[in-house]
């Protein structure tokens, strides 16, 4: 018997204190800001009003305070998968990438020709967190066939795993995704056959551009 696909909803995590300078902030624990709290509410009662059966955060507290409201608003209690964090961007932890290029501007210029070919020092490989993000997304899929799912991550990974998912090179990754929006929604279905991209980057109150 064929097993009903999964569709996925995928949302970037709310604004931080780090987002008005756009500085990197991978494994850093970087909390929400008023704005990014207001974003979780409005994501809570996107979900309450969209039939999610179940949902999923990384372990990163951003990720886990964002979703809070869509939990309490549908009396859910999250799962949490560690394989859904965000990439680890080593020495450019904490910073812009105006200042890396400033003291790197060579390899700032080999990064944003290809991020994946041409990492940040020290950073996590981005093929290993695609690798692990996508399975974690399979592994969810396949523990809810049918159903929908929110799943609260990270820019970086997500877009990442929108690669894997939808076979595009993961190099183009910041060309072909230039950016998730904090609690926009992105949904993926996820089969037997492998995964569809049903919608991108939809902002979750109605009437708001993307």
């Not at 939808?166 to 993926?188: D, H, K, M």
């Amino acid at each position: 018997m064929t097993r009903r696909p999964a569709t996925l909803l995928l949302a970037r995590h709310g604004q931080t204190v780090w987002h008005a300078e756009n500085r990197y902030a991978g494994v850093s624990d970087i909390a929400l800001t008023d704005e990014g709290r207001r974003q979780a509410r409005q994501l809570g009662e996107w979900a309450a009003r969209s039939g999610v059966d179940a949902i999923w955060t990384s372990t990163v507290s951003r990720a886990i305070e964002t979703a809070r409201p869509a939990c309490e608003a549908l009396g859910i209690t999250p799962r949490r998968e560690h394989e859904l964090r965000e990439c680890d961007f080593g020495e450019v932890e904490g910073r812009t990438l105006a200042e890396f290029a400033a003291e790197q501007p060579e390899w700032a210029r080999e990064y944003r020709a290809d991020p994946v070919a041409h990492p940040f020092p020290g950073a996590e490989d981005p093929r290993v967190a695609a690798a692990r993000g996508t399975a974690a997304l399979r592994r969810i899929a396949d523990g809810h066939p049918g159903q929908r799912v929110l799943v609260v991550a990270h820019n970086t990974l997500l877009r990442l795993v929108l690669c894997e998912l939808l076979s595009i090179p993961l190099g183009s990754y910041r060309r072909v995704f230039p950016q998730l929006r904090n609690t926009a929604v992105s949904e993926v279905r996820i089969g037997e056959q492998g995964g569809a991209l049903l919608s991108l980057n939809v902002p979750c109150v109605p009437g708001v551009s993307p």
